[in-house]
């Protein structure tokens, strides 16, 4: 019980603080290129996994664990950020974070791909009624819709279920800070010519908010959340532990709300209920 509860504890931790991590995208890409956030949010937490791995010395990974590594590489220090940053070109804010709620479906469907986790049939039961619930409020409230924008969302969803299960599985052995500090050094030669080639001409442009966004998607969103999210779905249960991502899109409005100015209406506060029965009868049944 004592494990079960850390679990979701560490789970919980990393969930709040990825909600901030399409605001503070979108109020990124405001001052730089999709690229370049993407590329330098990269460089920056793999500068600090590499000055942990070597203060801690830490061993190196085995060679069985490269491929594991390369896929957490490209779901969740690649894909994911340079597809939400490309979508936040054509979306709201507040548009992209509702897709968030398919996020735990799409780690559930991995966990069992790669992780091998089999979880109860009532199990997938409410987790697809949770997406459901959040696909809904996407499609009523929001009149902001892009087919572009859409389709890049998706596309991250999928490559971040798969990394966010890849990488849980791998951190049963080497430990969830370890396995994002190694997939961060291994796109680090990928990462550093894209930044130096996406270099802005000039900073005057950039506002002191378009820097508070990149510092947040580099420490927070590209390391210190994956510290506890790993350590979370590895002690807890990849598809179990998952679902608390359904809470995010609801974290992340309330964060958009505050920083963007977005009305948090009441039917946002009904769905994250519908959303948190949906969480509690899923981790039973999972």
């Not at 490309?86 to 069992?112: E, M, R, W």
């Not at 696909?135 to 990394?163: E, K, Q, R, Y």
Request: aromatic share 12%; charged share 5%.
């Amino acid at each position: 019980m004592q494990t079960a509860g850390s679990g979701w504890a560490n789970g919980l931790l990393g969930v709040i603080i990825f909600s901030g991590s399409l605001p503070a995208t979108r109020v990124a890409v405001g001052g730089f290129s999709a690229l370049f956030l993407t590329s330098a949010r990269a460089v920056i937490a793999a500068l600090i996994g590499l000055a942990v791995l070597g203060l801690l010395r830490q061993a190196r990974p085995q060679r069985k664990d490269l491929v594991s590594l390369i896929i957490v590489s490209i779901g969740v220090v690649v894909g994911f950020p340079l597809l939400t940053a490309l979508a936040l070109q054509h979306i709201t804010s507040a548009h992209s974070i509702v897709f968030i709620g398919l996020l735990p479906l799409s780690t559930a469907i991995f966990a069992v791909l790669r992780g091998g986790e089999r979880p109860k049939p009532m199990f997938w039961l409410f987790a697809i009624l949770g997406s459901a619930t959040v696909a809904g409020f996407a499609l009523s409230n929001d009149g902001t819709a892009s087919p572009i924008g859409d389709l890049l969302m998706v596309a991250a969803i999928v490559l971040c279920g798969l990394g966010y299960a890849e990488g849980a599985a791998l951190s049963r052995r080497l430990g969830g800070w370890q396995v994002i500090s190694w997939a961060l050094l291994i796109a680090l030669p990928l990462m550093v010519p894209v930044m130096l080639w996406t270099w802005p001409s000039t900073w005057s442009g950039v506002s002191a908010l378009a820097w508070i966004g990149l510092a947040y998607v580099s420490i927070f969103s590209m390391f210190v959340g994956f510290i506890f999210w790993y350590r979370g779905l590895a002690i807890g249960g990849i598809a179990r532990v998952g679902q608390l991502q359904q809470l995010q899109p609801f974290f992340g409005l309330v964060l958009a709300g505050f920083l963007l100015h977005e009305p948090v209406a009441w039917s946002m506060i009904t769905a994250t209920a519908l959303v948190v029965v949906c969480v509690f009868f899923a981790r039973r049944f999972a």
